[in-house]
Nanobody, 119 residues
Framework: QVQLVESGGGLVQPGGSLRLSCAASGFTLDSYAIGWFRQAPGKERELVSCSDGITNYADSVKGRFTISRDNAKNTVFLQMNSLKPEDTAVYYC???????????????WGQGTQVTVSS
């Protein structure tokens, strides 16, 4: 069964850091593109970062977020530094054959992990 499970979210103060994990089972992550997405209340789901050999980031997180993979653990990480209140959202990971840039192209969505940035 193909499954993605996100973890690592929580409450953090502005300027703080979190590392999110996306653990895969039922398939090998390094054969696919991995996207990290987020959805804030009342807003559409947006692409934060995607990696398919080339990594790209949304302008809003560039220089603060870093995506990485641990193929031995079949896990992808999103290191988030210098967090801002506007980063508050549910964060999801999902897969696709390549980084298409379109949310609808991605599948095998995890359940999401809540990130709240607040003092």
């Amino acid at each position: 069964q193909v499954q993605l499970v996100e973890s690592g979210g929580g409450l953090v103060q502005p300027g703080g850091s979190l590392r999110l994990s996306c653990a895969a089972s039922g398939f090998t992550l390094d054969s696919y593109a991995i996207g990290w997405f987020r959805q804030a209340p009342g807003k559409e789901r947006e692409l934060v970062s995607c990696s398919d050999g080339i990594t790209n980031y949304a302008d809003s997180v560039k220089g603060r977020f870093t995506i990485s993979r641990d193929n031995a653990k079949n896990t992808v990480f999103l290191q988030m530094n210098s967090l801002k209140p506007e980063d508050t959202a549910v964060y999801y990971c999902a897969t696709n054959a390549y980084c298409s840039g379109s949310v609808v192209d991605f599948g095998s969505w995890g359940q999401g992990t809540q990130v709240t940035v607040s003092s």
